[in-house]
């Protein structure tokens, strides 16, 4: 079974920035939408971020629009979360996903990865 493997969560400091990476364990994965939720502590997972693979439309979640940046390297088929701006509300364990049947956009992921923690200090 194909799985997604986050890298990239850490430590930074409000106003700083980090960059996620996922990567698919087969290089032959294929998908149509990829994108990225969070869950904070005693919180529902919330939508972040999603990259269509079709036609490259974007989506961002009100809370993340202006400040992150979701991306994919075609040759690497690596999916990146540029995040700037940061702030202690960003502080969540982010969670990589795909849509492995056809789709244009959607945020219905049928494929997730293990999560990587992002903390960020005031």
């Known amino acids: 079974q194909v799985q997604l493997v986050e890298s990239g969560g850490g430590l930074a400091q409000a106003g700083g920035s980090l960059r996620l990476s996922c990567a698919a364990s087969?290089?032959?994965?294929?998908?149509?939408?990829m994108g990225w939720f969070r869950q904070a502590p005693g919180k529902e997972r919330e939508f972040v971020a999603a990259?269509?693979?079709?036609?490259?439309?974007?989506r961002y979640a009100d809370s993340v629009k202006g400040r992150f940046t979701i991306s994919r390297d075609n040759n690497k088929n690596t999916l990146y979360l540029r995040m700037n701006r940061l702030k202690p509300e960003d502080t969540a364990v982010y969670y990589c996903?795909?849509?492995?049947?056809?789709?244009?956009?959607?945020?219905?992921?049928?494929?997730w990865g293990q999560g990587t923690q992002v903390t960020v200090s005031s």
């Open positions: 087969e290089p032959t994965f294929t998908s149509y939408v």
């Open positions: 996903g795909a849509r492995t049947t056809r789709a244009t956009m959607t945020l219905n992921f049928d494929t």
């Open positions: 990259l269509s693979l079709s036609d490259f439309s974007t």
